[in-house]
């Protein structure tokens, strides 16, 4: 039998927001970890807050907005504001009532900005890492190291002389010798003209890296710089040094074929890290020779490292890691934590259930 249309008449809801999300739900996973990674962190806000003027923004609800943003892969904090207006799922998540008035989208901005001055996303990757359901999935002596590039929200055109001889605006480019020690964005100063290889077109970006534990391709720190030939191999060592303080252990470093210079093999042994660097014989003598490659450990590690790429894909095509819609090397950086953040997040209901 056809059904008749009755009509939006009703002008109460007697359904709460909790029994219109299915239990099986990922969400209904990740909203309790998130929730007592936030609890953790509310002494480190209140040092960000004032105890005077009007209440602002809940740095926790702020927070849990950010994570969706990275999570659905928002692509503005004014749609983000749009999707808070009517998807029940999203007020759920970040704990807002259905009659709650959602924020201005200038006023949310302006707060998440609050959030740079207090390294916030790199704390509540970091707390995240350490939570009793999380930290059993990780390894602490196995990882892996890549890097990406990130377009910049800067264009072609924004890309002038230095010193603004000639006159030029950077409308006219074409036939121009143009490189980062003579150019500068005037929209973007943070970001460098680079390319990814031969035969590819140069763009304005960033370069964003990541370490990632080999056990569960959980990452474990991330970083962004300003994109040169030795960026990767120097951000690298960085986050590789940080982990290595952590543990007595022996730790393995999974990395692509850019990796395999001699001074950053070197810079690894040096600090007691087995570099599991692909070789690069192209025309060249690797610096990784026979007692790496003999051990069974180093093919398993270049197994392993490939699972970063996944960081990357699911970064650019359902979170904001793609191109970057911030300016500065500071706001790009939080935006990337924010996507490994997410990453971490969507991994978990599947890690844990098996």
Request: charged fraction near 25%.
């Amino acid at each position: 039998m056809r059904g008749r249309r009755a009509g939006q008449t009703g002008m109460f809801s007697y359904v709460s927001s909790e029994d219109r999300i299915p239990d099986d739900h990922p969400l209904r996973t990740i909203r309790p970890i998130v929730d007592e990674v936030l609890r953790s962190l509310s002494r480190h806000f209140g040092q960000l807050y004032s105890h005077e003027g009007r209440p602002s923004i809940p740095p926790e609800q702020l927070m849990s907005a950010l994570i969706l943003q990275a999570l659905y892969g928002v692509r503005s904090e004014r749609m983000l504001m749009e999707q808070m207006n009517y998807n029940l799922l999203f007020r759920w998540f970040v704990g807002l009532s259905p009659d709650e008035r959602v924020w201005d989208a200038s006023s949310f901005s302006k707060n998440r900005d609050r959030l740079l001055q207090g390294d916030v996303f790199q704390h509540f990757l970091t707390k995240l890492l350490q939570h009793p359901k999380v930290e059993p999935l990780l390894s602490d002596e196995h990882f892996s190291v890549d890097g990406t590039l990130i377009e910049a929200w800067a264009s072609q055109k924004s890309f002038k002389p230095k010193d603004g001889s000639d006159g030029d605006d950077g409308a006219n480019f074409h036939g121009q010798k143009r490189s980062n020690d003579t150019h500068q964005s005037a929209t973007d100063p943070d970001a460098k003209l680079f390319r990814k290889g031969y035969g590819k077109e140069s763009k304005l970006s960033f370069m964003g890296h990541v370490l990632m534990e080999n056990r569960s391709g959980l990452a474990v720190a991330g970083q962004v710089t300003q994109a040169s030939g030795s960026a990767e191999r120097v951000a690298a060592e960085a986050m590789v040094k940080k982990r290595r303080q952590k543990t007595k252990r022996q730790i393995t470093l999974g990395a692509d074929k850019g990796y395999d210079t001699k001074d950053h093999v070197a810079a690894l042994r040096k600090l007691k890290v087995t570099p599991h660097v692909a070789q690069n014989n192209t025309h060249r003598k690797s610096a990784i020779d026979a007692r790496t490659t003999r051990h069974e450990g180093y093919a398993i590690s270049q197994t392993c490292r490939k699972a970063v790429e996944c960081i990357f894909g699911w970064g650019k095509q359902h979170g904001t890691m793609r191109k970057t819609k911030h300016h500065g090397l500071d706001r790009v950086g939080d935006c990337f934590l924010a996507n490994l953040i997410g990453y971490n997040l969507a991994r978990l209901p599947k890690l844990l259930t098996a």
